[in-house]
């Protein structure tokens, strides 16, 4: 899979990032966080269906205000999605019951089972 550039319009200017950089991406009062596997926090304007859009299929929502970067998911639970950052650092982002099936469908096709 190629490994895409995204262009952010940051609070602080323009960033650019690699797709595999972004842990997950998370809406919070108007403004999106990308949390990249190094522990940054970059926050971009825009909303969470520009970014949706131009990201690949290695990202699937599981939730209104989520988005996460399959190549990181550690492991799914009942009600959360555990990202792991390659170190011993688990973190947790919620899954909703109405975006569930659609995340394990997609997430199965992403491992290829």
């Known amino acids: 899979m190629i490994d895409k550039d995204i262009l952010l319009k940051s609070v602080d200017g323009v960033a650019r990032l690699k797709e595999s950089d972004i842990v997950y991406v998370e809406v919070i009062k108007h403004y999106l966080h990308f949390h990249c596997k190094d522990g940054r926090v970059i926050i971009a304007r825009g909303t969470m269906k520009d970014y949706a859009d131009e990201l690949s299929t290695r990202f699937a929502r599981c939730g209104n205000s989520f988005i996460v970067n ?44």
């Open 70 to 113: 399959l190549s990181y998911v550690a492991k799914i639970g009942k009600t959360d999605v555990f990202v792991s950052y390659g170190d011993d650092r688990l973190e947790t982002v919620p899954l909703t019951k109405s975006f569930r099936d659609s995340f394990l469908l997609t997430f199965t096709e992403y491992c290829g089972v």
